[in-house]
Structure formats: C-alpha cells, structure tokens
C-alpha cells in the first residue's frame, strides 16, 4: 500500500464514510473531515507513518486534502 492509499485508509476511518476523496478534494470542505476530527486524523497518521508531528503544524490548511498531507509526510522525512 502506498502512502496516498494509507493516508485515504485514514480519512476514511475517521471520517466514517463508505467513500474516498479524490486526492486534490478539500477533506474539510466535502464533509469528510471538521475541526474537532483533525486531531484525530493527526493522531493516526503518527502512529501509522511513526512520526511526530508538531503542535505548531495543527493547522486545517496543512491536512486539507490527501495531496497535501502526503505532501506534508514528504517533507518531514
């Protein structure tokens, strides 16, 4: 499984939809995700990807879609 496939296995999970975002689909915007499922999120992706993500990088901006977070991964390698 590669990373976008992880990380929409998560938003699926926590989103608790049948469905997966197209990549580039605002998680925020479409229903899948709201402020309050954002940690939550950050929390499984610690955990599957075994980093740590800082508080400072908690911003809805930075997770708003499954480009931009596989993007954000990348550059905390």
Avoid at 35 to 47: C, G, H, K, N, Y
Avoid at 52 to 61: F, G, V, Y
């Amino acid at each position: 499984m590669d990373n976008r496939q992880r990380i929409a296995s998560i938003v699926q999970t926590i989103s608790k939809k049948a469905s997966v975002p197209s990549p580039d689909e605002s998680l925020f915007d479409s229903g899948y995700l709201d402020s309050f499922a954002l940690p939550d999120m950050v929390a499984e992706l610690e955990r599957e990807f075994n980093l740590k993500i800082p508080d400072s990088d908690l911003h809805p901006r930075k997770f708003e879609s499954i480009a931009r977070i596989e993007s954000y991964l990348e550059s905390r390698k």
